[in-house]
């Protein structure tokens, strides 16, 4: 038998009559019952940043040094002592990706610890890398680009001015680019020599 064609009016009713069948108090249960199992063949897809938050969860003095000074969250190392090899690696990696401009004194921080413990031949405890990187909170640092930066956070303190070649060195003004410095006085600034380096004789 022929299908009967649907009317606009017909049609309309039939969608009606589905509608409130649906809303039924009777059918309300179903859709509940329904619904937990369409949840559940779409779980939540993981956090693009989970392994980050993960790697930084109990991070530390050194480790957030390595991370201002470039070194990716997933390269940071867990371990609780560094090893002479594993000091190596690092500074080889930072070495082979050059720093941006609010990495340049973060980066020779990392260097300087990095090298001290690159040259021995123990392993150094995080606690005491941690208290080395203390050593160089309130020094700063002549970046390439003519600003003085905080030697930890990297945070420009003073433009000095465009570096050129003098004397064999790059500098602007007095400050010589790569040096460390402390404020001696309201505009004195007194070179120093990198706190631990005679660990890394």
Request: aromatic letters at 6%; proline letters at 9%; glycine letters at 6%.
């Amino acid at each position: 038998m022929p299908s009967e064609a649907l009317s606009p009016r017909t049609g309309f009713c039939r969608l009606a009559w589905c509608a409130r069948a649906l809303l039924r108090p009777s059918s309300i249960p179903l859709f509940m019952l329904l619904c937990p199992l369409a949840c559940a063949s779409h779980p939540p897809a993981p956090s693009a940043y989970s392994s980050t938050r993960d790697a930084l969860a109990d991070l530390d003095e050194f480790g957030a040094l390595l991370v201002k000074a470039g070194l990716p969250a997933e390269l940071l190392p867990k371990e609780r002592e560094v090893s002479p090899e594993l000091a190596r690696k690092l500074r080889m990696h930072f070495h082979l990706v050059p720093p941006s401009a609010a990495q340049y004194a973060p980066r020779l921080v990392a260097d300087v610890l990095l090298l001290g413990v690159a040259s021995g031949k123990e392993s150094v405890a995080r606690a005491e890398l941690d208290r080395r990187v203390q050593e160089f909170q309130s020094l700063v640092v002549l970046r390439p680009d003519g600003y003085l930066a905080s030697a930890l956070s990297g945070r420009e303190q003073l433009c000095v001015g465009p570096v050129e070649v003098q004397e064999g060195a790059y500098r602007a003004g007095i400050f010589e680019v790569g040096t460390f410095y402390k404020k001696a006085g309201s505009n004195d600034w007194q070179p120093i020599a990198a706190p631990g380096a005679a660990r890394s004789q």
